[in-house]
């Protein structure tokens, strides 16, 4: 069964802070790994990584994979009250798409 | 480009009514599937579909249907609505099974009571 974990579950910072949340997983067939942004609405896509190694960047957003290890990680920078959101991490396999139960990030200006 | 619509955005059922979600994209797209969504569990493959006249289970397909008679077109059935069936439900598609970026509907919070 494939499997997502992410972590931390939760996490609350001050604006300006950098946070790294973290993903590892155990899937089968693996293609690739994948980054949604969640508000109070429907997951907005953040990053697509299928290589190890190669930086993903957007802004103050990146995120990186290690197929190795099997994990990835996603970076924001000088973050800002407008990060707050639910990061979605998911895999696709030979099933389709697996989540993690998600990163709940606060920023408290 | 309206992308994912889904129908409708709210629904309270008593339990056993029947009712169908419906989910349609106009991106041309042959994947589509839908989930669930609760509390602390993250988001949960109900069923999803790979092309017109092509479905298949996910991890959580008990208590749903689905068909699949158009590309544009997936509806998700509730044939006896439980409880537990009380979720936030999106579709989502994408270009081919291949390519794993997703794009979803607005959602449907659904409550059975």
């Known amino acids: 069964e494939d499997k997502v974990v992410q972590s931390p579950l939760s996490l609350v910072v001050h604006e300006g802070d950098t946070v790294t949340l973290n993903c590892s997983y155990e899937v089968t067939n693996f293609r690739s790994l994948l980054w949604y942004k969640q508000e109070k609405k429907a997951p907005t896509f953040l990053f697509m990584l299928?290589?190890?190694?190669i930086e993903k960047k957007s802004g103050r957003l990146s995120s990186i994979l290690d197929k190795k290890e099997l994990f990835s990680i996603l970076n924001i920078t000088a973050t800002q009250t407008g990060d707050s959101a639910v990061y979605l991490c998911?895999?696709?396999?030979?099933?389709?798409?697996?989540f993690g139960k998600g990163t709940h990030l606060i920023i408290q200006p | 480009n309206a992308g994912v619509t889904q129908t409708p955005k709210f629904q309270v059922l008593k339990t056993g009514q029947s009712m169908t979600l419906q989910c349609a994209q106009d991106?041309?797209?042959?994947?589509m599937s839908w989930y669930r969504q609760d509390p602390g569990m993250g988001l949960r493959l109900i069923h999803y579909?790979?092309?017109?006249?092509?479905?298949d289970q996910g991890e959580v397909p008990n208590g749903y249907n689905v068909s699949r008679s158009t590309t544009e077109d997936f509806p998700l059935r509730l044939l006896s609505a439980a409880p537990s069936q009380t979720s936030v439900y999106f579709c989502?598609?994408?270009?081919?099974?291949?390519?794993?970026?997703?794009?979803f509907g607005p959602g449907t919070r659904l409550t059975v009571t």
């Open positions: 299928t290589s190890s190694g």
């Open positions: 998911a895999v696709g396999g030979a099933d389709g798409l697996t």
């Open positions: 579909s790979v092309g017109a006249g092509i479905t």
């Open positions: 989502a598609s994408s270009r081919d099974r291949g390519h794993y970026e997703q794009y």
């Open positions: 991106m041309n797209h042959e994947y």
